[in-house]
């Protein structure tokens, strides 16, 4: 592959229930030219060391509005906001400000009512039809259900922000005048909320914020405040379901896996972690950046100031450099630095909440349905191409 050829990417997700094989041999190569759905070209940085250096590096800026930067999708600018500043030391001291309101004791104090969830969706589904849908029995109502407790939506709203969320993800899959109506949807509703809570406070994450916001000199914007709030409904909702319907997907299809696990439910967190480390629902898309400077990588290839660049998180985390037999699902992984999560700066804020979650149900699971298994082949299972998340659209299962 040349310059002059841009591979397309997203990756096709083939295997099926594997990581892509494009990403085989890839990390020969420091940098590979992909073409974006929107048609742009970018730079895939695909090794471990670079990806994780240049996470942190404040030569690439995450603000994208300026000309010549690639676009993701033609149809959504998706995650670009020319009021929003992504870039050091701005965002830095705004992050700060949000994760003081974000604290590992709020997710401690989350995890029994995560774990009640999932009990009251699981008999739901043990007293229901067979087959059921993982995905809409256990797999998105979950994190929608914790992540409104976090943030104090009302839980009688959870299809209706469902919905603009998925609208708002798109990439290729919804027209654009959907996409832009559930922008605009998403965010006065998310504005008529944080009134709401501003006139009536409570515990929850969004009244936290908000207090941030009117008691801290000011420093979070309202535009800010709007913004985190946005980002993190949707983290703590979109990837975590994705996660769990599609990680489930590939540990129900390996029987010798499933079969470890179950038998020792001490091995659900070290699965958890394979899982993210093998299963990306999602391409690196979210990764894009600008360069403001050249940059050197680590086979001697340059970054030239104005590129827009691709930091390859699945690429990173099937690195051989760095991952035993990279490409194999090793449920006993004890080295598994992955970087699903990202790294430095952008670090996510929810990881401590996703890990949760996905802990709880997939133990819980196994634990109540130790007989559960696909109830088609896994070659049928479609992948819900065309948005920011690409697991899979539907997971039957039965027991």
């Not at 404040?58 to 959504?76: E, F, M, T």
């Not at 401590?352 to 049928?380: D, K, N, S, Y």
Request: with cysteine.
């Amino acid at each position: 592959m040349t310059s002059s050829t841009p591979t397309p990417y997203p990756f096709e997700w083939t295997p099926l229930m594997e990581v892509p094989g494009r990403l085989r041999g890839l990390h020969e190569r420091a940098r590979v030219d992909v073409r974006l759905p929107s048609g742009d070209t970018a730079v895939l940085v695909t090794r471990y060391a670079d990806v994780r250096k240049l996470l942190s590096d404040a030569r690439l800026s995450k603000n994208l509005v300026r000309p010549g930067v690639a676009r993701i999708s033609k149809d959504n600018d998706i995650f670009v906001d020319p009021e929003f500043d992504n870039d050091p030391p701005h965002h830095t001291a705004r992050r700060r400000l949000v994760t003081r309101a974000f604290t590992a004791r709020r997710i401690e104090l989350l995890c029994p009512f995560a774990q009640s969830v999932t009990d009251e969706l699981l008999d739901a589904m043990a007293s229901g039809p067979k087959p059921a849908d993982l995905n809409e029995a256990l797999a998105f109502p979950l994190p929608i259900l914790v992540i409104c407790k976090l943030l104090g939506v009302p839980a009688d709203d959870r299809e209706r922000f469902r919905g603009l969320v998925d609208g708002f993800l798109s990439v290729t899959k919804l027209p654009p005048e959907e996409v832009g109506e559930c922008r605009r949807g998403l965010w006065t509703y998310l504005g008529d909320l944080i009134e709401a809570k501003r006139a009536n406070p409570g515990e929850d994450l969004i009244s936290s914020l908000i207090k941030v916001r009117d008691e801290d000199d000011g420093r979070l914007s309202e535009h800010e405040l709007h913004v985190w709030t946005q980002s993190l409904l949707i983290a703590g909702y979109a990837t975590t379901a994705c996660q769990i319907g599609t990680g489930t997907a590939v540990l129900l299809h390996r029987s010798d896996l499933f079969e470890q696990v179950r038998d020792d439910l001490s091995l659900v967190e070290s699965t958890v972690e394979e899982l993210l480390r093998t299963q990306l629902i999602g391409s690196s898309v979210g990764t894009l950046r600008y360069a403001l400077e050249d940059i050197e990588l680590s086979d001697g290839s340059v970054l030239a100031a104005g590129t827009s660049v691709l930091l390859s998180k699945e690429s990173a985390n099937t690195d051989p450099a760095v991952f035993d037999d990279p490409f194999t699902v090793d449920i006993r992984r004890t080295e598994n630095h992955h970087m699903t999560f990202g790294a430095g700066i952008h670090y996510c804020v929810g990881a401590a909440l996703a890990r949760m979650e996905l802990q709880v149900a997939t133990e819980t699971l196994l634990r109540r349905f130790p007989g559960i298994r696909l109830a088609v082949p896994a070659a049928e299972l479609r992948r819900g191409l065309g948005g920011f998340m690409e697991g899979f659209s539907e997971v039957p299962v039965t027991w």
